[in-house]
């Protein structure tokens, strides 16, 4: 007798403030095949064969049931628009530069990329494959995150690393498997985003910033002067907001103005200082204005559009990087201190550390570039190091996102020190409260939605508190049996 084959196909779409995605389950004998992802994409696809038929079906019918709670509801492939996303179109002229950088490594991460970030231990490169590849500071590649979209950005949060996708999801990087901590609405074609005592800003095509809680709930909205805003960075006084007509202020609460300041052209990137943020633009220049009151304090002349810009720590140098394969340096009051090639495409983000200058290009490299005063004195002169080609080790250790974890049956078995918690409902949505002693049993913790299910209970590694009045996990997450 043949078998028949089912398929359940699910969209769940919220214009106003949710999500764009999709969840279907096939049905083929004793096999499960679950597919989801944001509508219009491939998705990611998991398969369970059970012991017999009908285990299959009942697995089926409850995955089904689960995403027709939480809002899912039955669709037609193919009927609704997938997610507006906007690649960034980047031009990338040969430098001018007499000189080329100290370049001391490369890597070739495969596809073009964007997102940056630098730490104690590592550098990390997104690109629009979705790939994220950890390295140590000497170009050692350590591993490979497998995202399900292409990565417009990545920003840490004191020791949280998180991913900004095209899939309109942001996922945190911080635990061993990736988790998606936020879910950002359908009608917001993402540009860049930031993330500031778990708060997530996001800046969009339409020069709008949205402003989503550790609950991954939408918070407020507001359409700036002008649009195509590549810039959005915070801190605990304001969110700085770079558009097409220059930077406006917004309180985090509440988002109201606080000051507006006309740039000379469409800001392009943005970086930020203690007192200080950093905007670089279409018209040749980086300036720099006062957080309190928006005024421009010093402005960085460059010979070509800047796409990205950073500082040393305190705002000492200040770096930039044009749309013609240039990178500079400039001291505090604005005057150039040097121009350098970058021997491979436009910096489309940078990162200073420890004289160190890291690069993402338009070619799809991570560049480690030696910025010391020695290295660039002899660069000038026309010596410079042989850059080192990295190349992807054979067993590259890769992750990708998770939407389960791994279970341990006593606490004992965790490790020492581990915090329990559990998943409430509470007011139709379910939260996640700390059960062990110690804690403010009150607060919410900002908690993977993939794993939370009323009842169930997870160790974790360690909890820390945040500004806003809740708890951030750091490390693993186990289930409790």
């Not at 231990?121 to 399900?148: I, K, M, Y």
């Not at 960075?233 to 097409?244: E, K, L």
Request: glycine letters at 10%; aromatic letters at 10%; a negative charge.
């Amino acid at each position: 007798m043949s078998t028949v084959s089912t398929t359940t196909y699910l969209e769940l779409s919220q214009e106003g403030g949710g999500a764009h995605k999709f969840y279907e389950v096939s049905v083929d004998g004793p096999v499960v095949t679950v597919r989801y992802g944001r509508i219009g994409a491939p998705g990611q696809t998991q398969t369970t064969t059970f012991p017999s038929v009908a285990k299959a079906q009942a697995a089926a019918a409850k995955k089904v049931g689960e995403k027709v709670r939480k809002g899912y509801a039955p669709a037609v492939p193919g009927q609704r628009a997938p997610r507006a996303v906007t690649r960034r179109q980047v031009a990338s002229a040969p430098s001018t530069a007499r000189a080329v950088a100290p370049v001391l490594w490369r890597f070739g991460t495969g596809s073009s990329a964007f997102g940056i970030h630098v730490d104690d231990d590592r550098c990390w490169v997104g690109n629009q494959a979705g790939d994220v590849f950890t390295l140590d500071h000497e170009g050692g590649v350590l591993a490979r995150f497998s995202l399900p979209d292409g990565v417009k950005c990545l920003v840490a949060d004191d020791f949280w690393i998180y991913a900004g996708c095209d899939d309109g999801r942001v996922y945190d990087l911080s635990s061993k498997l990736p988790f998606a901590a936020y879910d950002i609405a359908a009608d917001v074609d993402i540009f860049w985003l930031d993330i500031h005592e778990g708060v997530l800003n996001v800046s969009d095509r339409d020069g709008r910033l949205t402003v989503i809680d550790h609950e991954d709930e939408h918070q407020w909205t507001r359409r700036s002067q002008g649009e195509h805003a590549w810039m959005v960075r915070a801190d605990d006084r304001a969110v700085y907001h770079g558009h097409h007509r220059g930077v406006t202020a917004y309180a985090p609460d509440g988002g109201g103005e606080l000051w507006h300041t006309p740039t000379r052209g469409g800001v392009l990137f943005g970086w930020q200082e203690d007192d200080t943020v950093y905007a670089g633009t279409a018209h040749r220049v980086v300036q720099r204005l006062s957080k309190a009151t928006g005024t421009v304090e010093a402005t960085y002349a460059c010979d070509s559009a800047v796409y990205s810009c950073a500082t040393s720590p305190g705002g000492r140098f200040v770096f930039a990087g044009d749309a013609a394969s240039s990178v500079y340096c400039f001291d505090r009051d604005g005057t150039r201190l040097w121009k350098l090639g970058t021997g491979g495409g436009s910096a489309l983000s940078m990162q200073y550390r420890d004289e160190r200058l890291y690069l993402v290009t338009t070619d799809g490299s991570l560049v480690c570039v030696d910025a010391s005063e020695a290295a660039v004195s002899a660069a000038q002169q026309g010596t410079v190091p042989v850059v080192r080609d990295v190349k992807l080790a054979a067993a590259l250790p890769t992750y990708a996102p998770a939407t389960a974890v791994a279970a341990v049956a006593t606490v004992d078995r965790a490790p020492s020190g581990a915090v329990v918690v559990e998943c409430v409902r509470h007011d139709g949505r379910v939260r996640v409260h700390v059960v062990s002693e110690g804690y403010d049993g009150s607060w919410n913790v900002q908690f993977p939605r993939a794993i939370r299910e009323p009842g169930a209970r997870y160790v974790v590694d360690a909890l820390h508190p945040a500004a806003g009045g809740f708890y951030r996990v750091r490390g693993e997450i186990r289930r409790l049996l």
